[in-house]
């Protein structure tokens, strides 16, 4: 194990900084160092846009609220396109939200933008379409279910190690993501999981040009701490964690 985390020390220093929208991969190292290299990016983007989801999810007084697409720690431009549909129990769409007779809220959402940080700099775009029930009457949870798709592309960039870039693109399914009342009391999901598929396009990598493929699930316990396993590998999210910041560590 000690081994192990010396060797992605080593190839964490060598990457630089770890972004949202992207990771380089380090051409002259092995290829479990890639490996890593790999892991720990997806980690990284992954555990940024679950932040983001989490953001989607506040919702107040028939409006969303909280779109959390930069930080003073990312130089971000984002344009963000927000539909809000609202129906009541017998799935009839209604007009505006009704805090008695609204049973559940549509909500879809599409983000595109660029971002530069560290020396680097990327674009992306982020769709999401989510449900939220569980809204009729009096609320002691509301479940959140949907799907999404994301791609994040990273321009090329030259240093010592070569030139490199990662590029990738996930579907993402939310299954029984439930958010407790009120949200002072439980400000993180109680339970339920987001599952991401990511596809990794590597270029210039020691290999050439290669495409890999991985899993990554994130699980809510009603803590700030989400379990996030990444291919088998498990890391802490830190639910907290602001834009730009890393979001989460290693077990």
Do not use: K
């Amino acid at each position: 194990m000690g081994n192990r985390i010396n060797r992605l020390a080593a190839v964490g220093a060598l990457i630089g900084g770890l972004s949202a929208v992207g990771c380089d991969a380090v051409l002259d190292q092995t290829a479990e160092d890639l490996d890593l290299a790999i892991t720990e990016s997806t980690a990284t983007v992954v555990a940024d846009a679950v932040i983001r989801d989490l953001g989607h999810m506040y919702f107040g007084g028939g409006g969303m609220m909280g779109d959390f697409e930069s930080s003073s720690a990312m130089t971000t431009t984002v344009s963000t396109t927000r539909t809000v549909t609202f129906f009541d129990a017998d799935g009839l769409e209604q007009g505006e939200f009704d805090p008695v007779t609204t049973a559940s809220i549509h909500i879809h959402v599409v983000s595109e933008g660029s971002a530069d940080r560290n020396g680097w700099s990327g674009e992306f775009s982020r769709e999401r379409d989510m449900v939220v029930s569980g809204l009729e009457g009096t609320e002691t949870s509301r479940v959140w279910n949907g799907t999404g798709n994301a791609s994040v592309v990273r321009s090329s960039q030259s240093d010592e190690f070569g030139t490199r870039t990662f590029d990738m693109t996930m579907d993402m399914t939310m299954e029984d993501v439930t958010r407790g009342l009120p949200r002072t009391e439980f400000p993180w999901p109680l339970s339920g999981t987001i599952t991401r598929h990511v596809v990794v396009q590597i270029v210039n990598g020691p290999n050439g040009n290669e495409t890999r493929e991985l899993t990554v699930i994130v699980e809510f316990n009603g803590t700030q701490f989400a379990s996030m396993t990444v291919n088998g590998e498990t890391f802490d999210l830190d639910l907290a964690a602001r834009q730009g910041e890393r979001a989460h560590r290693n077990r």
